[in-house]
């Protein structure tokens, strides 16, 4: 357990010094933007195998019992996590997460939530901790729900910081919790390429690992766990 401790440790501490007042700026202007992200993508992947190395070499020590429903919130929120990770980072979004460049809040999934990237992967990562009740999986899929979360506040912070006064009238046309500037009036929902886009890639992601895909990668079958 100490070896997934180390890692899930650095693992967080390489996304967290970015979100640091300043940091990625510096880190930018060091390296410059294109070498920034290179750099930054392959350590990111370095330390994401290296957790999940560690996670299937340590004990699994059982919290609860497993049980059918507890696999269906799985198989129901993860396919939504990955629509709103895949939209979100084909969308141009000045105030979160996207690797598109944007001036201004006009996709249709920035107008659900300004921060969809980040939704995502807070709804993949605990959708993934009922069904594993081990210790080992607890502490991964936590320890990326709880960054995810915090994405939420360092994401609104920087970007306060880089669009300065117009990060008010931008964020007036969305909202941090889904659908809330929708409900609220503020803006109005609108499907548009990248969405579709989004959705296709999910269904057929999705369809993939319910029929032999996630056996493939992870050696458990969604489908079946649901019939405990």
């Given at each position: ?5 180390l ?11 970015p ?8 880190l ?8 920034y ?20 070499n ?8 497993a ?20 939209a979100?980072l ?16 006009q ?48 994401g ?34 609108r499907i ?7 959705a ?29």
């Amino acid at each position: 357990m100490l070896h997934l401790s180390l890692a899930l440790f650095a693992f967080l501490v390489l996304h967290l010094i970015p979100a640091m007042p300043g940091m990625r700026e510096r880190l930018v202007g060091g390296l410059g933007q294109t070498r920034y992200m290179i750099v930054h993508s392959v350590i990111s992947t370095a330390t994401l195998v290296w957790v999940i190395v560690a996670t299937l070499n340590s004990p699994a020590i059982m919290l609860w019992p497993a049980a059918g429903w507890q696999a269906w919130v799985t198989v129901l929120l993860s396919p939504l996590g990955l629509f709103f990770i895949i939209a979100g980072l084909l969308s141009p979004n000045p105030l979160s997460l996207s690797v598109r460049p944007a001036t201004e809040v006009q996709s249709g999934i920035s107008r659900i939530t300004r921060h969809p990237v980040f939704w995502g992967a807070l709804l993949w990562a605990v959708s993934h901790i009922a069904p594993n009740g081990d210790l080992r999986s607890v502490l991964l899929f936590g320890s990326m729900a709880a960054l995810a979360a915090g994405g939420f506040a360092l994401g609104d912070r920087r970007a306060r910081r880089k669009l300065g006064p117009r990060w008010e009238t931008l964020a007036s046309t969305t909202s941090v919790i889904p659908f809330l500037a929708i409900a609220q009036g503020r803006t109005r929902f609108r499907i548009d390429p990248p969405i579709i886009v989004a959705a296709l890639l999910t269904a057929l992601v999705t369809g993939w690992l319910l029929h032999g895909g996630h056996v493939v990668l992870f050696g458990v079958d969604p489908l079946t766990a649901t019939q405990y």
